[in-house]
């Protein structure tokens, strides 16, 4: 059974950075796809960021791109979410998630989840 744990959470000033970590467990991750959501008060669960386990190809959602950088460390069984010049529509519950195959963004190809760490950017 997969289990994704997340850390990093916080509040940081807008322009800021933080970089979240999840902790992956229970099965080889190979052939995965490790995903970040995040679900902001109100809204849906949107797609942030996505990376392929074996090729290390990435991912992102347009919102996020040359700001946010996903990584991951094989030893480790960790991937990382790396956010610099933050904004406040960056705020959010962010999720860990992961998935067998190939990438998809929607937050329905993904079978396993994270308990969600929060993100809070002030202005």
């Known amino acids: 059974q997969v289990q994704l744990v997340e850390s990093g959470g916080g509040l940081v000033q807008a322009g800021g950075s933080l970089r979240l970590s999840c902790a992956a467990s229970?099965?080889?991750?190979?052939?995965?796809?490790m995903g970040w959501f995040r679900q902001a008060p109100g809204k849906e669960r949107e797609f942030v960021a996505a990376?392929?386990?074996?090729?290390?190809?990435?991912y992102y959602a347009d919102s996020v791109k040359g700001r946010f950088t996903i990584s991951r460390d094989n030893a480790k069984n960790t991937v990382y979410l790396q956010m610099n010049n933050m904004k406040p529509e960056d705020t959010a519950v962010y999720y860990c998630?992961?998935?067998?195959?190939?990438?998809?963004?929607?937050?329905?190809?993904?079978?396993?989840w994270g308990q969600g760490t929060q993100v809070t950017v002030s202005s």
């Open positions: 229970g099965r080889t991750f190979s052939s995965y796809v």
């Open positions: 998630a992961a998935r067998p195959g190939v990438v998809v963004t929607h937050r329905f190809g993904y079978s396993s």
């Open positions: 990376i392929a386990w074996s090729s290390g190809s990435t």
